[in-house]
């Protein structure tokens, strides 16, 4: 293997490596964890080091890791330190928690996405912590009608289960597959009717994804219906065939386009980046000598394009390179370039045009 294949190696171990930690101490030396869910928990380790693979091989690309270094050191920037907090929880905000930046594109796109992003994240909320043992349920000595909720193995609150917060709460998974359902079928009817969007689509990354999270959701659904309705008929197939799903689900999850939920927090630090630099020194065309970026910005791309193998360095030329010169300097030298390398035709009294 190579260099950054070891080190993406480490990583994965790392990060699946600190779960299990997490889960062993957790559910108090894995005594509330539940044997019928080891499947997701192994799932979950197996997808914790795909997860730090991936992230450590895609941070140490050379445009992805100038933009994380010069990101962090925009942030903590000693003057501006209190504005990048302000400046991230908006972000976070528009960017995270509403997808302001779909909706920009399309209504229905931003709906559909905003309701499977809650959905999943309210689903993960309640599955990860009951998977690993970290919360757990117990009835009340001397109230079966009450249950008291611990957390890591701390006593936190008693509710009864017929309350209306016990309906909430139990059927979590429930409302969080309402909203998934909803997105999916939202999704799939823009791509269906689009036809510019169905012309882009691929089934690996744009419809695979909708139908395993529809078949999880589902599934999870018909098993509501068969204790609650059908008397258990036919409950352990459909356990069988939503823990399918769902591992499947958290197998693919550092593969696919699923990759993408903890790709975005990281582009945060793009706004930080920009902010940073137009707060710095602007460049200045070589050509027309008018600023055009910011000067941080063209440092950094000369340096990640020498890392990456283009050499646009122009050794005769007094801007040095090829990046120091504006997009509409860059035009006109071409145009002047293809001028030169037309003949003479004018001296010569033939005609220019229709060549």
């Not at 504005?83 to 559909?112: D, K, M, P």
């Not at 065939?241 to 990759?259: D, E, M, N």
Request: charged residues 15%.
């Amino acid at each position: 293997m190579t260099l950054p294949q070891w080190k993406a190696t480490s990583w994965g171990l790392a990060a699946a490596g600190l779960l299990g930690v997490g889960i062993f101490v957790g559910s108090n030396n894995l005594r509330h964890i539940d044997a019928a869910l080891v499947g997701y928990t192994f799932a979950c380790l197996f997808a914790a080091f795909g997860l730090g693979y991936r992230y450590s091989m895609w941070l140490q690309r050379p445009p992805t890791k100038m933009y994380w270094r010069r990101g962090w050191q925009s942030f903590f920037r000693p003057r501006h330190l209190w504005g990048s907090l302000v400046l991230f929880v908006r972000q976070f905000t528009e960017v995270i928690l509403l997808n302001r930046f779909i909706w920009r594109r399309n209504r229905s796109r931003g709906i559909a996405h905003l309701l499977i992003m809650w959905g999943c994240v309210i689903a993960a909320a309640i599955t990860f912590p009951l998977v690993y043992g970290w919360v757990f349920f117990e009835t009340v000595p001397g109230d079966l009608s009450r249950y008291r909720t611990f957390a890591f193995g701390i006593a936190l609150f008693d509710f009864r289960h017929e309350s209306f917060f016990g309906l909430l709460l139990f059927h979590g998974l429930v409302w969080s597959s309402f909203l998934v359902i909803a997105g999916v079928l939202l999704a799939l009817y823009r791509r269906f009717q689009d036809h510019g969007a169905a012309a882009l689509q691929s089934l690996q990354e744009d419809i695979l994804p909708l139908f395993m999270l529809f078949a999880v959701s589902v599934t999870g659904l018909l098993l509501t219906v068969s204790y609650t309705w059908m008397k258990g008929h036919g409950y352990d197939f459909l356990a069988l065939t939503h823990a399918v799903t769902v591992i499947a689900l958290l197998l693919w999850l550092p593969f696919g386009k699923f990759f993408h939920i903890f790709q975005r927090p990281a582009q945060l630090a793009i706004k930080f980046y920009r902010v940073a630099g137009k707060d710095g020194e602007q460049a200045a065309c070589a050509r027309c000598q008018q600023p055009f970026a910011t000067h941080m910005h063209i440092d950094d791309l000369i340096t990640v394009e020498g890392e990456l193998g283009y050499r646009y360095a122009m050794p005769g030329n007094p801007a040095g390179h090829y990046q120091r010169i504006c997009p509409a300097c860059r035009r006109k030298m071409f145009a002047l370039a293809h001028a030169c390398l037309q003949p003479a035709a004018h001296d010569e009294g033939v005609p220019t045009h229709g060549r």
